[in-house]
């Protein structure tokens, strides 16, 4: 039996077994898991739709979830992963299907015996075909107005038309609904090209190899082996007339965005010395002497991405991807020319063995100490990986850098030429200027053959002495060590180790994960960043100049393992440092020091302003239900600024302004945070007083701390506010209906918990697969600055009046299910919940971001919030939750709900709604809404610095 290679702090076992039908399958035990997990891949994608029949694979792995011959119920496999704490999904691609799920590990049984019947007897009822394809349908309308979906569908358009790769992969009505035999179709494909043999299976629990083995064999072995071969698409994706070209796409939203894309020979059997990662690091780095760094201090770019944008096993294409300012779209052939001057750079040096080495060293070390991934993920990763690399390396392979090959990294650069290579500009400036029309997507867009200057300048490009290869990496460390404990009982959870006048941090030393790795998360509180709208501006801006500016220093850091981020928040900033913890002091303090010191330089200044702009704008297109979010948040928060508000501004903004604030920006200040991980209390005193010292800040009057509150909704009052579509094209709407609880206190916390336990798979079954409402359906509850809310959300080609009708129609009729709940059923759900509440995290990063809530807005410093929780639910009654349900959701003189509608052009001009009814709020007038109503008392107490300390 092959030994599987895996990372010494990888505690799972693991066997690979092929059983009599010739499904191929990896198995994972883990003892400790409280979920278990399953995937299984499947080697046929929508390359193999039928011609005549787009998006065929894609719907048939939408009809596999819909009832089997031996679990006929439509619901069977959601319902019972979700009354046992667990989740499912699938996504179809070119090549493959991937199914996947997890569940409590007590119940891995069950699931497993429910998906295997997916691929042994589905039963493709007429009624579930018939509704199931407007759920694609809706799918597809989801994505029309995506940029990142229409950039890729007109690649595929504009490909090689005898390669599958041209295909519309995810179907529509229109491709599917023309189809009477659909449903025969649907069978025929699925008997024809679902066999064992070309199926790779993942299951990872916490019984043993030998029982996971024959539970899986007993299982799983009936599924049919038809001995298909694996069908080779070649990788001639583009032939000659489809490179040297350049394709102008009008976008969306506001971008101004170049790929550059070279089609490869297939790059798989290549994974132990993987040529196009190397090349990839060398022409994305962002240091000293790369092309990002030079295309920034020309003005012309500000982020750049290279490397595999597809690796499958018949062909490749690597990309480099620029984010271009409004000069560099002005300057897109001298970029180009920069682009290829590198490469051929590459071409003509021998690249120094320290930069391959450096890679294969960082990462050898991500994997020695990589964060234990959650079994979801993980038997997903396993089940394409099984089918990807020889067994041995089936972790390792995608991993490690396992050989230095500097033949094969040259090989890959014989493949980045002019003649190989295609050009895509994405940007708004196209609109009106195209003459071309994308099929599916309906994108406009120009195709421009390479002029012969083009292909002079870029063949034969300048040497630029600004474009060098890395330097030697000072961040790559050789300090693992994991630091012993200072204190003989170390707390479990996070305790506060300083409280003074300017700081309150709290801390944690990992004793559990033991990897050379912490997160230092703080907040610097400052009232003068979000005081105003113009001041939110530059605050935000500053952020965005500090990163900036520390761009080319942390880059080395991220390359060896140590990130952070310094972001702007509606009480300050926040800044983050994580991973490897050996130099993080050194990041740390220059990152203060930065902030400390900075000079603003005007290039600088002009350019991430015009990135901040772009940002707002685009917020404005965004996604339609992340649009009635935005607007409640708008509406509930107070204070709470709008991108409009921003937009009002942003051009006043002078580099004088900016000097002016920054100083006053940073002169009082409070700093809250949480460290954790592998460093000392001695350590991590020492890190947050030496950064204080650096800022040398004053303390924040308590009077002067930034309070958001939110606005209290009157009872019996359903609100509506109704928002329209900016872009005339979107084919979405959306609804959120808000029904507020009030603040966060335990009992109502677990309630609403549990009734999201066990309502989520009926919102879900009723309103998304029997009245296919939309594609996107879901319920949830929010937390959002000590307030809790049930959400019920609906993305959708139809109307939000008619959404809001049906949601009101579900909410009756779920009443009526509580009430007919059986004690049993109601017993499981909390029993599902509590489990769901107490699996335990899997790696440092999963325990950070738990404890990190905690130590925001609004700061409840709960670490225990999981086991208390817990034991709240044990006692809660289904007579206790359904008179919860009926005070804040049915409609009622109590209920506090408001409803947030995203309109299509179409659906706002006949919407039914009352526009001028007293309930309708118009659109905008978030301040005046807000006035109109108290608000809730502030759900913290400052820090509770009042007890400890005076300001004279």
Not at 248 to 263: A, R, S
Not at 321 to 339: F, M, P, R, W, Y
């Amino acid at each position: 039996m092959t030994e599987i290679v895996k990372s010494v702090n990888d505690d799972r076992l693991y066997r690979i077994v092929t059983l009599p039908n010739q499904l191929k399958a990896i198995l994972v035990s883990e003892e400790s898991t409280e979920k278990s997990s399953a995937c299984l891949s499947v080697d046929v994608g929508y390359y193999h739709d039928p011609d005549g029949t787009s998006g065929l694979a894609h719907f048939l792995e939408h009809m596999l979830f819909l009832g089997t011959e031996k679990y006929p119920s439509e619901t069977e496999y959601h319902d019972y992963l979700s009354e046992h704490g667990g989740n499912r999904n699938a996504f179809t691609t070119g090549s493959n299907t991937n199914y996947y799920f997890d569940v409590l590990c007590d119940h891995l049984e069950g699931a497993l015996d429910r998906f295997a019947q997916f691929f042994i007897a589905p039963q493709f009822t007429e009624t579930a075909v018939g509704r199931e394809m407007q759920a694609v349908d809706s799918e597809h309308v989801k994505n029309i107005q995506q940029d990142s979906w229409r950039r890729n569908q007109l690649l595929f358009s504009t490909a090689n038309p005898d390669h599958p790769f041209s295909k519309f992969g995810t179907g529509s009505k229109d491709t599917l609904q023309i189809h009477e035999d659909i449903r025969e179709q649907l069978i025929d494909f699925w008997t024809k090209n679902y066999s064992a043999n070309i199926m790779t299976l993942s299951v990872l629990g916490k019984e043993s190899l030998d029982e996971l083995e024959e539970m899986v064999t007993n299982i799983f072995s009936p599924i049919e082996n038809k001995n298909l071969e694996k069908v080779d698409f070649g990788y001639e994706i583009f032939t000659p007339d489809c490179l040297m070209n350049i394709y102008e796409i009008e976008t969306i939203k506001d971008l101004n965005k170049i790929h550059l894309l070279f089609p490869l020979p297939p790059q798989n059997e290549l994974y132990l010395s993987n040529p196009t990662l190397v090349i990839g690091h060398l022409l994305g780095h962002e240091g000293e002497g790369s092309v990002l760094s030079y295309l920034k201090k020309l003005g012309w770019a500000t982020s750049l991405v290279s490397g595999n944008m597809m690796n499958v096993s018949d062909f490749a294409i690597f990309m480099i991807s620029i984010d271009l300012t409004i000069d560099g779209l002005e300057n897109i052939d001298a970029i180009v020319e920069i682009v290829f001057s590198y490469i051929s750079m590459l071409k003509c040096v021998d690249i120094d063995d320290y930069i391959f080495e450096e890679v294969q060293q960082e990462m050898q070390r991500s994997f020695q100490f990589w964060d234990k991934t959650p079994p979801i993920q993980w038997t997903s990763f396993l089940a394409d990986a099984l089918r990807d690399y020889p067994d041995e390396h089936v972790i390792t392979g995608s991993f490690l850098l396992h050989n230095i090959d500097k033949e094969e990294s040259r090989k890959v650069l014989e493949y980045l030429t002019v003649e190989n290579s295609r050009l895509s500009v994405g940007s708004q400036t196209f609109e009106g200027k195209t003459n071309m029309t994308e099929k599916w997507y309906s994108v406009p867009y120009n195709c421009i053959q390479y002029s012969t200057d083009q292909i002079s300048m870029w063949k034969e490009p300048k040497n630029f002495e600004e474009l060098n290869l890395p330097k030697p990496n000072p961040f790559i460390s050789d300090d693992f060590s994991i630091k012993e404990c200072e204190e003989e009982n170390p707390d479990i959870y996070p305790v506060q180790i300083l409280k003074d006048l300017r700081c309150k941090i709290f801390f944690k030393q990992d004793l559990t994960f033991k990897t050379p790795k912490a997160y230092r998360i703080l907040s610097l509180c400052t009232p003068a960043a979000y005081s105003s709208p113009k001041e939110s501006v530059m605050s935000k801006i500053f952020s965005l100049l500090i990163s900036d500016s520390l761009n080319e220093f942390s880059y080395d850091a991220s390359v060896a393992g140590l990130w952070y981020s310094f972001s702007h928040t509606n009480e300050g900033f926040q800044l983050i440092v994580k991973g490897l913890n050996s130099k993080q002091d050194i990041l740390m303090n220059a990152i203060a020091e930065k902030i400390k010191n900075y000079e603003i330089d005007e290039s600088r200044f002009a350019m991430n302003l015009q990135k901040l702009r772009r940002n707002f704008t685009n917020t404005l297109l965004g996604t339609p239900y992340l649009t009635c979010l935005l607007n409640i948040e708008l509406l509930i928060q107070c204070p709470r600024w709008s991108p409009y508000q921003y937009l009002d501004c942003i051009n006043s903004i002078t580099i004088e302004d900016m000097k002016n604030f920054i100083p006053r920006l940073l002169s009082t200040m409070f700093v809250d945070g949480l460290i954790i991980g592998n460093i000392t209390k001695t350590e991590a005193i020492d890190a947050v007083t030496n950064f204080v010292e650096i800022l040398d800040y004053k303390p924040l009057p308590i009077s002067l701390f930034s309070d958001v509150r939110s606005v209290k909704l009157k009872k019996g009052i359903d609100y509506i506010y109704r928002c329209k579509a900016l872009n005339p094209n979107e084919e979405n709407s959306a609804i959120i209906n808000y029904y507020q609880i009030g603040q966060s206190e335990q009992r109502n916390n677990v309630l609403l918990d549990m009734l999201i336990q066990c309502c989520n798979t009926d919102v879900y079954s009723t309103l998304r697969t029997s009245e296919q409402l939309g594609y996107i359906v879901t319920c949830m509850g929010t937390a959002s600055v000590g307030l809790r809310a049930f959400l019920i959300l609906i993305q959708s080609s139809l109307s939000p009046d008619f959404l809001d009708e049906r949601i009101e129609e579900w909410i009756v009729q779920y009443r009526s299910k509580l009430e007919t709940m059986t004690e049993e059923d109601f017993e499981s759900n909390k029993s599902s919940l509590i489990s769901t509440k107490l699996v335990a995290d899997k790696n440092l990063k999963t325990e950070a971001a738990r404890y990190k809530v905690e130590i925001e807005k609004p700061r409840e410093y709960n670490f225990k919030r999981a086991q208390l929780d817990a034991k709240e639910i044990e006692s809660i009654t289904k007579q206790e939750l359904i008179e919860f349900y009926d005070t804040h959701i049915m409609s009622n003189n109590h209920r506090k709900k408001m409803s947030s509608r995203f309109y299509t052009v179409e659906h706002y001009e006949t919407s039914t709604a009352e526009t001028d009814s007293a309930n309708v709020i118009t659109e905008f007038a978030f301040k005046s809404f807000q006035n109109a109503h108290s608000l809730y008392s502030l759900p913290y107490d400052r820090f509770d610095l009042e007890e400890t300390i005076e300001f004279g």
